[in-house]
């Protein structure tokens, strides 16, 4: 069993669309991390959310976890190529920060000109 | 640039020998992670170095692999007697340690095993 299931696992839209898509478990996160990763890359950080029910906005892209922790999802508006990537979202791998991480298997996303 | 290098960046071998990969952290930073990626399992941990304690290797998929840092710096990912489903992108991260656990990745190293 996953311990973060993301979904759709493949997505694929027209610019300026919207979309968003979510990570799950049954578990109990202090913190969640959101990364992108683009082809031949490593991951990138997007964002950290540590309180439930917090909202984060970074441009276009606005990040929620869910009020008991156990969620997130991401909001793409008016989406552009230049979004197309790997979306992975991540936990603590022990609980604590400094530990590794826990990474979902990921939304492929693809934007289409 | 300053961010975590790794090398080679590509890496075939034979089934049944073994590998080296290797990762140049962040300058200063004192955590470094390396993980697994591969097209079933999505990214895997596999080990975490923090300055000098003893490394956490409880995400190690067999005693087939090992790793060292050395001097606190430059980490080995050894694999010995590599099985085709070895196969994947190893990537390696690096963090500061401190309140800001943030995980740097460096490019990766694919390898496959014929």
């Known amino acids: 069993t996953q311990l973060l299931e993301q979904s759709p696992q493949f997505l694929s839209i027209q610019e300026g669309e919207n979309l968003t898509v979510y990570c799950n478990s049954s578990s109990v996160f202090s913190s969640l991390q959101w990364y992108r990763q683009e082809p031949g890359e490593g991951p990138v950080l997007l964002v950290t959310v540590v309180t439930g029910g917090e909202v984060k906005k970074l441009k276009r892209l606005t990040f929620q976890f869910g009020d008991a922790r156990k969620d997130s999802s991401l909001h793409i508006t008016a989406a552009q190529p230049g979004d197309t990537g790997l979306y992975l979202c991540?936990?603590?791998?022990?609980?604590?920060?400094?530990?590794?991480?826990?990474f979902g298997k990921g939304t492929h996303l693809i934007i289409q000109p | 640039g300053a961010g975590v290098s790794q090398s080679p960046s590509n890496k075939v071998t034979e089934k049944g020998k073994d590998v080296e990969l290797r990762c140049d952290p962040i300058?200063?930073?004192?955590?470094l992670y390396w993980y697994r990626q591969s097209l079933g399992q999505g990214l895997e941990f596999l080990i975490y170095f923090q300055g000098n304690s003893a490394p956490d290797k409880s995400g190690l998929p067999s005693d087939r692999f090992s790793a060292e840092r050395t001097g606190g710096s430059v980490s080995t990912l050894t694999i010995q007697r590599t099985q085709q489903e070895d196969s994947a992108v190893y990537l390696c991260?690096?963090?500061?340690?401190?309140?800001?656990?943030?995980?740097?990745f460096g490019p990766g190293t694919r390898l496959l095993v014929l």
């Open positions: 991260a690096s963090s500061s340690g401190r309140e800001d656990w943030t995980q740097y």
């Open positions: 300058s200063g930073h004192t955590a």
């Open positions: 991540a936990v603590p791998h022990l609980g604590g920060g400094a530990d590794g991480l826990t």
